[in-house]
């Protein structure tokens, strides 16, 4: 049961062009929502999050937007650069994000970014 | 920077063994997680643990697993008597307000033969 889908296993960009990585869920629950990096050998890193009272959330490069109706969300990444090479993970959980519980986050199976020179 | 540590890096262990996984958690951090992820699977939730008692667990985390604290600064993995299903890579992670935002350890890749 696959509540949280990366249905693109793997995605090539040019360097400097933007990435899209797109991220699916089923559970209506779900009411906050992160993007994890992960290099090989290394454990996941926190990139950046949205709350499900949002549908943008913005830093730096990175961009995430949530469509809660079509329970979609994508996280873009502009200009794509050679260190962002790695596997993005999209996570969900029906904690929120007002602290106080520590609700373990579904993960989705990951998409290998590649950034071409 | 604070890091969470985990130890071993990688353990080899015959079926049916006990295994420990330790981690030393970021220190001003309350929340603390086990994840794991089977090769070539996704990241999977294990436990959560809050005021030294588990706050909540999966389907996964079933009377063979514990974990624990017994120190203030450790953080501890037991699988008591290991099947090679459990073979995978166990991801400790910590939060300072649970909010999901979570920093990971490198993992400890455990392979049961």
């Known amino acids: 049961d696959q509540q949280v889908k990366q249905n693109s296993p793997s995605l090539s960009v040019q360097e400097g062009r933007i990435s899209i990585l797109n991220c699916d869920y089923t559970n209506s629950m779900f009411d906050y929502f992160l993007w994890y990096k992960k290099y090989p050998a290394e454990g996941p890193t926190f990139l950046i999050s949205?709350?499900?009272?949002?549908d943008k959330n913005e830093d730096g490069r990175f961009t995430v937007f949530l469509n809660k109706s079509a329970k979609h969300l994508s996280l873009h990444i502009v200009p794509s650069q050679p260190g962002d090479s790695a596997v993005y993970f999209c996570?969900?959980?029906?904690?929120?994000?007002?602290?106080?519980?520590?609700?373990?986050?579904?993960f989705g199976k990951g998409t290998h970014l590649i950034i071409q020179p | 920077e604070p890091e969470v540590t985990q130890t071993p890096s990688h353990q080899v262990t015959q079926m049916g063994q006990e295994v420990i996984l330790r981690c030393v958690p970021i220190?001003?951090?309350?929340?603390f997680y086990w994840y794991r992820q089977i090769l070539g699977q996704k990241v999977e939730f294990l436990v959560s643990?809050?005021?030294?008692?588990?706050?909540?667990k999966s389907e996964i985390f079933d009377d063979q697993f514990s974990v624990e604290r017994p120190d203030g600064s450790n953080f501890t993995l037991k699988i008591r008597s290991t099947k090679l299903e459990d073979s995978a890579m166990y991801f400790c992670?910590?939060?300072?307000?649970?909010?999901?935002?979570?920093?990971f350890g490198e993992g400890s890749r455990l392979t049961v033969l």
């Open positions: 643990f809050y005021n030294n008692e588990i706050s909540e």
């Open positions: 220190s001003n951090h309350l929340y």
């Open positions: 949205i709350s499900s009272i949002k």
């Open positions: 996570a969900a959980s029906e904690g929120g994000d007002s602290g106080g519980g520590a609700d373990g986050l579904t």
């Open positions: 992670a910590s939060s300072e307000e649970g909010t999901g935002e979570l920093f």
